[in-house]
């Protein structure tokens, strides 16, 4: 029930962000998602006799969605892209460098590479995929992009849960997360594909009704959009969906090797805000890339 009430209160709020939000305010709510994210992580860190670097994982977490959010007010999707691709990759190449540099000044020397390692982590795992969703979110057509991809890691996610309770019987990973089965993995597959064909076959259409009903501040009406192939369409929805299971997986190890149950306990009936991001961490740089490519091909999504 704790599971249920949540989803209704957090669904609504995500999708007002994501269809209607300005991109800096965007920006400084998956910031702040990716702080809380990164702080579960470093106390998961804790687990593994860690002593993480906080202050300045939180501080250069901060300092990149800062930056994202004035690099994206360019005006074309080629700046857009190049402007959030320059500023994630300069951040992930001087972030390690950093945080040893802040290790030096430790009084135990033998925890700086640990500790930088666990930052690092941090960044790479929770704020960077994140920050591809407002990149994406920049683009024409990029907040259907994210509801896309939110459909799909749901029905991915809501399709594995029921069918693997209700006829669940043979173990995908029982060391590392005995709940889960080759069922449910398998529904998630089917559910996820299914959806997310729906959803961009149908594009334009979902979207002149959404824009109809203002939840949508403009239509692929006018829009220079192309729907893709069904075939590229499957297998997009096919990839992310392998992505998100996978992303689960990941978490469940974490917290396993950890020797505890939930990340956190932010969210009633879903644990941390990890539990409730994992699968969308590795989801997210399959939409970005796929995104990408298109705008780089076509000139526009």
Same mark, same amino acid.
């Given at each position: 029930m704790k599971r249920i009430a949540t989803a209704l209160v957090l669904i609504p709020v995500v999708l007002l962000l994501v269809l209607r939000a300005p991109v800096l305010v965007l920006a400084a709510v998956i910031g702040l998602v990716a702080v809380l994210g990164a702080r579960e992580l470093l106390a998961i860190a804790e687990h593994y006799n860690v002593q993480p670097m906080r202050g300045p994982t939180y501080a250069y977490i901060v300092a990149i969605y800062a930056c994202l959010g004035i690099a994206l007010t360019a005006q074309t999707q080629v700046m857009d892209i190049g402007w959030a691709l320059l500023t994630l990759l300069g951040a992930s190449t001087a972030a390690f460098f950093i945080f040893l540099a802040i290790g030096m000044a430790r009084s135990q020397l033998s925890t700086a590479y640990p500790a930088a390692a666990a930052s690092l982590a941090a960044l790479l795992y929770v704020a960077l995929p994140l920050a591809l969703l407002v990149a994406v979110r920049q683009l024409l057509a990029g907040e259907f992009l994210l509801l896309y991809l939110l459909l799909v890691v749901w029905a991915g996610d809501t399709s594995a849960y029921y069918t693997g309770r209700m006829i669940g019987r043979h173990k995908l990973a029982p060391r590392i997360s005995p709940g889960k089965t080759w069922e449910g993995a398998a529904a998630s597959f089917v559910g996820a594909t299914l959806v997310g064909w729906a959803v961009l076959a149908h594009a334009p259409q979902i979207s002149n009704w959404l824009f109809s009903a203002r939840?949508?501040?403009?239509?692929?009406? +006018? @829009?220079? +959009?192309?729907?893709?192939? &069904? #075939?590229? #369409?499957? &297998? @997009?929805s096919a990839c992310i969906n392998v992505a998100a299971q996978v992303g689960d997986l990941v978490e469940s190890l974490l917290k396993r090797g950890a020797g505890i149950k939930d990340s956190g306990a932010l969210l009633p009936g879903h644990g941390g805000m990890l539990d409730r991001i994992d699968a969308l961490l590795f989801a997210a740089p399959v939409l970005w890339y796929y995104a990408t490519l298109r705008v780089m091909w076509r000139g526009h999504i």
């Open positions: 939840l949508l501040a403009r239509s692929f009406a +006018y @829009l220079a +959009y192309e729907p893709p192939r &069904v #075939i590229e #369409i499957l &297998v @997009l």
